[in-house]
């Protein structure tokens, strides 16, 4: 995708004549805001929808706790849209039938545009609420990484026990997607690189290669870490008989990487290894750390070390409120070190009890971060805990 100057006038005229075109399929908005004011969303998308026979075209707009949706037609939409547009976010991406754009605004206000053709079905981005959700994976249609992981039948079928993985997987990539727009990853002019921290066995390393690289066309290269060695043989094995030359792993601790990633991932990576993977994320200058963390026993071993009370005598709720706070002083953390974060529900509780996951993109902001160091200290101080994330980061405080 080749990049090309173009002044902010034309990038209005841009947007709008493509989002407003017959051909229109999804627009992104997000990364820093460059406007005079600060906007009231951190991202929005545009899409059209068809409601009741008519064509909308339906904003969500996202802000740090939630998202809002509302669906315009008509002479609505021109003044909505120019609200978005005059909000100044640094990385635009819009998708159409023909083409996939992105428009990019550096610090110092200059525009550069990149668009790439692509080859979509006549249908594409044909949508109404009576039909079934989108999904990046979609089943019913042969997908050979599916397959290869035991997912799917070679028809495309998911089998009645991998259903649970199969949504899981969905979901974490419509949300790495997000945070490759968020983050303006998606046209840098070279591979995306990714380190995904405790693999285990790849099923999602895996999955996010296959779908950057050959469903949505973002080149990107894939560096799967872990200390467990026969799951990083199987992992490669795996990735050799499908041909991915864009997927690597390692075997070893988080602590030892030493490599220049765009995005960092952790899912599932057991207590502390999510601390250790957030700390080399920020060490190694990630654009993005994204991690579902798995077990806590660092704090739930800290609390039940405490008195008990009527919250923390009944062992299934101290382990829950341990969950809750070594997460929020983990998103705590983060802030302070110059990501804003949102903490988020990975995917449904019926699919996995593990369900919550921290998307960090990072945006410094000192007010942001003075903000931070002190609930961080307030919340550790208030629990009396020492978690693993404030010395790895070294917080300010932290003991």
Request: glycine share 8%; hydrophobic share 40%; aromatic share 4%.
């Amino acid at each position: 995708m080749s990049a090309l100057s173009i002044d902010s006038e034309a990038v209005r005229r841009l947007i709008t004549e493509m989002i407003l075109g017959p051909d229109f399929l999804r627009a992104t908005f997000g990364g820093a805001v460059r406007g005079t004011s600060p906007a009231p969303w951190v991202r929005v998308v545009v899409r059209p929808v068809i409601l009741r026979g008519t064509r909308h075209l339906q904003f969500s707009y996202f802000d740090e706790k939630k998202c809002f949706t509302k669906n315009y037609t008509g002479p609505e939409v021109a003044p909505r849209l120019g609200e978005v547009v005059d909000a100044g976010f640094a990385g635009i991406h819009l998708s159409t039938r023909a083409e996939e754009i992105d428009v990019r605004t550096s610090k110092k206000g200059k525009i550069a545009v990149g668009r790439r053709p692509v080859n979509r079905p006549a249908d594409a981005g044909e949508d109404s609420h009576n039909r079934v959700k989108d999904l990046p994976l979609p089943e019913g249609r042969a997908d050979r990484l599916l397959e290869a992981l035991g997912i799917s039948t070679r028809e495309g079928r998911v089998r009645p026990t991998m259903r649970a993985k199969y949504t899981q997987v969905n979901e974490f990539l419509k949300l790495l997607e997000h945070v490759l727009d968020d983050a303006g990853l998606r046209s840098l002019g070279r591979p995306v690189e990714i380190l995904d921290c405790g693999c285990g066995s790849s099923h999602l390393t895996l999955a996010a290669h296959h779908y950057l690289n050959d469903v949505l066309g973002i080149a990107a290269r894939i560096t799967g870490v872990d200390v467990n060695e026969e799951l990083i043989r199987k992992s490669a094995d795996r990735a050799a008989r499908l041909g991915n030359g864009g997927v690597a792993f390692a075997c070893g601790p988080i602590s030892s990487v030493d490599a220049k990633p765009d995005v960092v991932l952790a899912l599932h990576a057991c207590d502390t290894a999510t601390d250790d993977a957030i700390a080399a994320g920020v060490r190694l200058g990630a654009e993005a750390i994204v991690v579902a963390p798995c077990c806590h026993h660092e704090l739930a071993d800290q609390l039940a070390g405490r008195g008990k009370d009527a919250l923390l005598r009944h062992g299934l709720l101290l382990g829950r409120q341990a969950d809750l706070v070594t997460d929020a002083l983990r998103a705590a953390a983060l802030e302070t070190a110059g990501y804003r974060v949102d903490v988020i529900e990975f995917v449904a509780a019926e699919h996995t009890a593990k369900n919550v996951m921290l998307r960090a993109v990072r945006a410094p902001s000192p007010q942001r971060a003075a903000r931070a160091a002190a609930e961080y200290a307030e919340l550790r101080d208030r629990y009396g805990v020492d978690p693993a994330i404030g010395r790895l980061l070294d917080v300010t405080g932290s003991r």
